[in-house]
């Protein structure tokens, strides 16, 4: 028990550059006060003091803002940042070393009373506000982008983003990329080089923008240049009109 209990803080300055010191961890972070309260209703839960592991589970969500049901089963090491708006249904299966962000749902599709959540093996990263919906996988070491809506499996290393999420990136394409390596852990589950397509969409958008200014403002200098040019003929133009005149 107080060896998972050192993990769950040791886990956040590993994963949090903010974290200062255990007392900071163990008196304003959310995330390990949730889980903690989490171990506790869970035990409960597992010997059927059902309403005890409940009204234990109400309580940490109560305080925490973070809704774990006490049947969920959590891993060691798990990392839950900011954590408000976190909800983590009954049948949920969280493995070692996942990180989850504010506003994530492990949520159920059905209201049958079997494997209705997710399961989400080992090392998977869930971006802030993301829906992992059903009883699907989230392979080990996968990623789901910010606000995706998962509703089928995710394979092994690939990364999900989107409504409804699709796969942009699997762990064969990623050694094929580039000789550049990504960072181990990348706080809200998206490379440097996996955007969310809307982003893309909008940023090519704005070079095209750009790109057009910019060949506007070079036609504008060429017609300035051309002006002390067109006063000079209107000059001739306008001697050559007097000087017919005049031979008339």
């Excluded at 035990?43 to 309580?59: E, T």
């Excluded at 397509?197 to 070079?218: F, S």
Aim: with cysteine.
């Amino acid at each position: 028990m107080f060896k998972k209990i050192r993990e769950d803080i040791a886990i956040v300055f590993e994963r949090d550059p903010a974290a200062r010191s255990t007392l900071e961890v163990l008196t304003t972070y959310p995330g390990v006060h949730a889980l903690l309260i989490h171990r506790l209703a869970h035990a409960f839960w597992r010997i059927k003091l059902y309403w005890l592991g409940r009204f234990i589970s109400h309580i940490g969500r109560w305080f925490t803002g973070i809704a774990i049901h006490p049947g969920a089963t959590i891993g060691r090491r798990v990392f839950i940042d900011h954590g408000m708006g976190v909800v983590i249904g009954e049948t949920a299966i969280i493995e070692d070393d996942c990180t989850l962000y504010h506003g994530v749902t492990l949520g159920g599709t059905s209201w049958n009373k079997g494997k209705r959540h997710p399961t989400l093996k080992q090392g998977v990263v869930i971006g802030a506000g993301a829906k992992i919906l059903g009883p699907i996988t989230i392979g080990r070491g996968a990623k789901i982008g910010s606000n995706a809506v998962v509703v089928k499996d995710v394979p092994a290393k690939a990364t999900a983003v989107g409504i409804p999420a699709r796969i942009v990136e699997e762990e064969g394409q990623t050694k094929q990329k580039s000789a550049v390596q990504l960072p181990a852990f990348n706080a809200y589950a998206l490379g440097r080089d996996e955007d969310d397509p809307m982003y893309k969409n909008l940023d090519q958008l704005m070079q095209a923008i750009k790109k057009q200014n910019q060949t506007i403002e070079r036609l504008e200098g060429q017609i300035k240049s051309l002006k002390p040019h067109a006063n000079e003929d209107l000059k001739l133009a306008k001697a050559f009109s007097h000087k017919k005149k005049a031979s008339k």
